[in-house]
């Protein structure tokens, strides 16, 4: 998705280096333009309704900082239980 972005992007400068080298009419560039614009007004409202879908990231750090007070606490759990 970020590159069908991309490539739009793209295709926008050149419309634009075009008609500010005299190579194409004002009617072209402002309809050129539009589709452009629409179609990554439609590849955003995607992307960011994917992103919106995308599942919560673990966060590693967190996870690394907590597990070794887990890990003892599920030993001494785990003890209490074997020793009675």
Do not use: C, F, K
């Amino acid at each position: 998705m970020h590159s069908e972005i991309g490539e739009v992007e793209e295709q926008q400068a050149r419309l634009a280096r075009l008609y500010v080298a005299g190579s194409m009419a004002e009617e072209v560039l402002e309809a050129e333009g539009g589709r452009l614009r629409e179609r990554r007004t439609r590849l955003e409202t995607e992307l960011r309704a994917l992103e919106g879908a995308a599942p919560a990231m673990i966060e590693v750090d967190q996870i690394r900082d907590v597990l070794p007070a887990v890990a003892e606490r599920l030993r001494v759990w785990v003890a209490r239980r074997t020793s009675g």
